[in-house]
């Protein structure tokens, strides 16, 4: 499956501009960003329920141009957002849909519902015969699942199915939907907004923002190596510093500015005097008391503004004394009633952690 | 203190919003149940002189019906009224959908449809004499560029008669399909497509079915009525082309036979109910369920 320079304009708005991503077959492939980032349209675009821009841009599957063709002549099938299931016909009727569409033969296609409603976990004895409007909200959603495999498609295009679905369910459907691209070889392309969800699905992550792949990678490295603020920022929480390179020695960098020191490994393209911005995980701080020696390279001194308990982590806020900005530290959560954290609000720390975990930002701090 | 009386009065309305059709109850039983009481009873008793009725108790005006020249004017009706369903619904339908899937010209187009209703039906009527009649427009257009050199007979006609119904009670049809394919999310229909159905088959096996509460409200909304219409045919349809509702209105009229005009009325009735209950037990299954899943 490939996206070669496809474009979508609506009116006078860009939904996507120049998209070009390749996804080899069997990936789990997830499109990340906030609503109106057009990674919906990305998805519309690939099934072919929108036409993309006449400006030369190309969509293939298995090395096909499929651009000119009708959604029912590519070899893909969908799950809709609220499920789009047939209300007018059994469960069993929906599952058929696409197998009657394509004519396939009575015998074969009960054995394929059949199949394919025990392969989504659902009885076709106690299902097949239920209306749409007489199922729970997980129920439909595997009722949509179910009608979209059982044609066999070469890719699965799933536009946010678990947002309607309570949280405990749709862990346990993520669970699920990946064993199911495991176990069926199909591409499943996903669409989410939800960060987490991306991250445990996927193989990889094209993360969008504004009509644009600002990143594409696996789940790690797009958290773990954000090239941009939006990325460091949209996926899990982030602490920004800046500052100016000044000085480099022992393969660290030191960078200096708004009245506060760090230091950096040295990596190609910093010289001095280059702006610099990085991004730190609020889970590789550390808050320590100001005396108090560390190995840790990096220091900064702030004063706590708020302890809050997030269940199996706390997060202490707390205020650079030199910039007045904020920074966030995540702690482990170590039992509050038996061994309760250290620290108050209004207490004097100190902020530390290895230059190693800075994430140099390629783009600027937004 | 008055306020807190209101407040009650409006409590106690909310909690039981049937007692809202009280008002309108006492309307139709006052207008409607009262004055067709008084029918059944007018329609068993002997013709009074002058018009009225005479005490009695008679079964003749029920029994004129078996005459044929009454049986043919029901049986012309019940053509009459089931062509122009089917002719608004194959007009209709068309439209219904186009203006559903309409984006910028949805509230244009439906203002449209509505737009007739601003004009007195009779009025529009008379005009559809100047349009058919032989000295009327389309005649007159016809023969002036050549296509026809004398005027095609169309006043006085059946093809009048169904062409006032038609343009009478097309809106009536158009609205409830509108209603229930608007309601259709364009996903159940992308849905479909992705699934391999190309447009004959999305609108066979989901439109179509999906608009039936529509079409059964459409198609009552149109028959009734036209079942008991008088002016079409009376203005467009001359003496020849009586229907049951020029009948009614003669009776009760210039032939002051009150009890046989009753009579007439609950013939009419007695087979629209037949025509109904058959028509909704043929497509009851599907019809249900569409309703519920649409609410």
Redesign the interface.
Known sequence: MEFRGVSKTFGNTRAVTSLSLQIPPGEFFSLLGPSGCGKTTTLRLL???EEPDRDGGAIFIDGVPVTDR???ERD???V???Y?????LSVARNVA??LE??SVPAAERVRRVRDTLALVRLDPGQFGNR???ELSGGQRQRVALA??LV?KPSILLLDEPLGAIDLKLRKQMQLELKALNRTLGITFVYVTHDQEEALTLSDRIAVMDQGRVIQIGAPAEIYECPRSAFVAEFIGESNFLSGIAREERDGLWTIGGNELEFQIPAQPGIGTGSPINVAVRPEWLRVCPPGQASHEANRIPATVREVVYLGETLQVVAEVTATRQTMRVTVPNEGQLKNPIVWNPGDEVVLTWLPGDCQVLQEGVS | MKDVRKQRLLARIVSKPTTLLAPAGFWLLLFFIIPLGVMVVYSFMPRGIYGGVEPGFTLEHYLRFLDPLYLTILLRTVLMAAGCTAVCLLLGYPVAFAISRARRWKHILLLLVIMPFWTSFLVRTFAMIFLMRDTGLINTTLMRIGVITEPIVMLYTPFAVMVGLVYTFLPFMILPIYASLERL?N??L?????????PA?RFR??IL??SGPGVVAGSLLVFVPALGSFIPSDLLGGAKQMLIGNLVQNQFGAARNWPFGSAASFVVMGVVLIGVLVYLRSGRG?VT??L???G
């Open positions: 099934a072919g329920l009708r959604p029912y893909l099938s969908m809709f957002q609220h789009a299931l047939f209300p007018h849909f696409g569409q394509r209306m749409p409007s009608r979209a044609i | 999310p996903s159940i992308e849905a479909a497509e992705v699934l391999g159905a190309k088959a096996r989901i079915p999906l599907e369920t569409a519920q899943d649409a």
